[in-house]
Nanobody
Framework: QVRLLESGGGLAQPGGSLRLSCAAV?????????VGWYRQAPGKQRDLVAT???????DYADSVKGRFTLSRDNAENTVYLQMNNLQPEDTAVYYC??????????WGQGTQVTVSS
């Protein structure tokens, strides 16, 4: 069964850090066209946070540039999102995504990140 298993969400204070993990089961992240993270705040659409192409090149939303780092560990078959200097506006449900083409777009179940003092 193909799944993306997310972990690492939780509560952080402003200025704090969290690391999200996305472990792939049944697929290899190393051959995905793109892997990455999206987030959805209450009442808002799901937006891109960071994405990595197969060649390792990355793109980040302007709002997280310089604070978040996306990485991929092929040996662990896991994608990570290191989030530093978290702000209240980063509060959202974060979803891992792996794309293998038009007919194979895989999503995780989501993990809640709350930034509050």
């Amino acid at each position: 069964q193909v799944r993306l298993l997310e972990s690492g969400g939780g509560l952080a204070q402003p200025g704090g850090s969290l690391r999200l993990s996305c472990a792939a089961v049944g697929v290899k992240v190393s051959v995905a066209l793109r892997v990455g993270w999206y987030r959805q705040a209450p009442g808002k659409q799901r937006d891109l946070v960071a994405t990595m192409a197969r060649d390792g090149s990355t793109d980040y939303a302007d709002s997280v540039k310089g604070r978040f780092t996306l990485s991929r560990d092929n040996a662990e078959n896991t994608v990570y999102l290191q989030m530093n200097n978290l702000q209240p506006e980063d509060t959202a449900v974060y979803y891992c995504n792996a794309n293998y083409g038009e007919e194979a777009d895989i999503w995780g179940q989501g993990t809640q990140v709350t930034v509050s003092s």
